[in-house]
């Protein structure tokens, strides 16, 4: 098992940033693949980025590429999302997830996920 707690989410004005981080414990880290997911209210889940086992590839869902950054370290078993620019619409609550795996995407199914953590941006 592996259990993924997210945190540094909260209230931003529109324009700013935050950096939220996952920190998975139970099994090693280093084989999954992690990603970030997002749900809005009324609104299905959505990936939003990946990242490969080893840091080396990432993967972006169009309308954050170039505002978000994903990267992870596998000494503290720890995944970060940093937002920038951010958008009313990028409003949700945001989940890590962990795939056991070379690489994450949308179109894998993935093995755990954590309870997410709110973000909101205000116009």
């Known amino acids: 098992q592996v259990q993924l707690v997210e945190s540094g989410g909260g209230l931003v004005q529109a324009g700013g940033s935050l950096r939220l981080s996952c920190a998975a414990s139970g099994r090693t880290f280093s084989p999954y693949a992690m990603a970030w997911f997002r749900q809005a209210p009324g609104k299905e889940r959505e990936f939003v980025t990946g990242?490969?086992?080893?840091?080396?590839?990432?993967y972006y869902e169009d309308s954050v590429k170039g505002r978000f950054t994903i990267s992870r370290d596998n000494r503290k078993n720890t995944v970060y999302l940093q937002m920038n620019s951010l958008k009313p619409e990028d409003t949700a609550v945001y989940y890590c997830?962990?795939?056991?795996?070379?690489?994450?995407?949308?179109?894998?199914?993935?093995?755990?996920w954590g309870q997410g953590t709110q973000v909101t941006v205000s116009s």
């Open positions: 990242v490969s086992w080893n840091g080396d590839r990432t």
């Open positions: 997830a962990a795939v056991r795996g070379v690489r994450a995407g949308a179109d894998l199914e993935y093995d755990y």
